[in-house]
């Protein structure tokens, strides 16, 4: 009896519909990335606010602001209801604008990680930051830090990170390449925000990749 070849018709999984398909029926692929004309644009002032969210909000404050916009599909919360992390999505697919965020019991909102997939742009003084390619984004951010005279320094992961600004540059993988994953922080999280060891961000987020 003739055996079928791993490659033949016979054998092959079937597809999972195109990219195209998907978005028309609303499912995003495990590995899909927003387009970047739909990603929403925030601006970012180190230390005061990246779009609609400024550090020191509870997360009902934040979630007020993100109403209609994302909404929260997870948290991590105490028997008192204090929110130490939430992940805000899109209400619509492709809406561009997931992000995850961190809180100190002290002051609130203390870290906006916007996701390399699904997030919005953020645009730092005409640089984006979300969703680049690593070394093209590494080449402009350390010039206009070098032309304020601002520390350039690596984490151990090898993440680009601005400790006077509260930036750590971590990246996301999208299949089969990797993309920027911006880590912004309140100003009591910048010391030694470069380091995962002594750092105030958790370790699940330096552990996160996907």
Same mark, same amino acid.
Request: charged share 20%.
């Given at each position: &009896? ?10 092959? %999984? ?16 495990? *590995? ?25 909000m509870t997360h009902e404050q ?7 916009? $994302? ?16 992940? &805000? *999505? ?20 203390a870290a906006i990680v916007v996701?390399?997939? !699904? ?9 984006? /930051? ?16 070098? +032309? ?7 984490? $151990?992961?090898? !993440?680009?990170?601005? %400790?006077?600004?509260?930036?750590? &540059?971590?990246?996301q993988r999208a299949g089969d ?6 880590? /912004?922080? +309140? ?14 961000? %958790?370790?699940?987020? *330096?552990?996160?990749?996907?």
């Amino acid at each position: &009896m003739p055996v079928a070849s791993p490659t033949s018709g016979a054998h092959r %999984p079937r597809a999972a519909g195109s990219t195209d398909e998907r978005r028309r029926f609303g499912v995003a692929g495990v *590995w899909d990335v927003v387009e970047e004309s739909r990603r929403a644009v925030w601006s970012f002032t180190p230390f005061e606010h990246v779009g609609p969210l400024r550090f020191g909000m509870t997360h009902e404050q934040a979630a007020a602001a993100l109403d209609g916009v $994302l909404k929260t599909i997870g948290s991590l919360e105490d028997g008192t209801g204090w929110v130490s992390r939430a992940d &805000m *999505w899109p209400v619509r697919y492709g809406a561009g604008a997931g992000v995850h965020l961190y809180y100190d019991r002290a002051f609130g909102l203390a870290a906006i990680v916007v996701d390399a997939r !699904n997030g919005p742009q953020v645009d730092f003084g005409g640089i984006p /930051l979300v969703g680049r390619v690593p070394s093209v984004l590494e080449d402009a951010l350390i010039d206009r830090l070098v +032309a304020h005279g601002l520390a350039a320094v690596f984490s $151990l992961e090898a !993440n680009l990170c601005a %400790p006077e600004l509260g930036v750590v &540059m971590r990246v996301q993988r999208a299949g089969d390449r990797v993309l920027t994953r911006p880590v /912004l922080v +309140a100003r009591e999280w910048a010391p030694r925000c470069a380091d995962s060891t002594q750092s105030h961000i %958790p370790a699940e987020e *330096w552990h996160s990749f996907s």
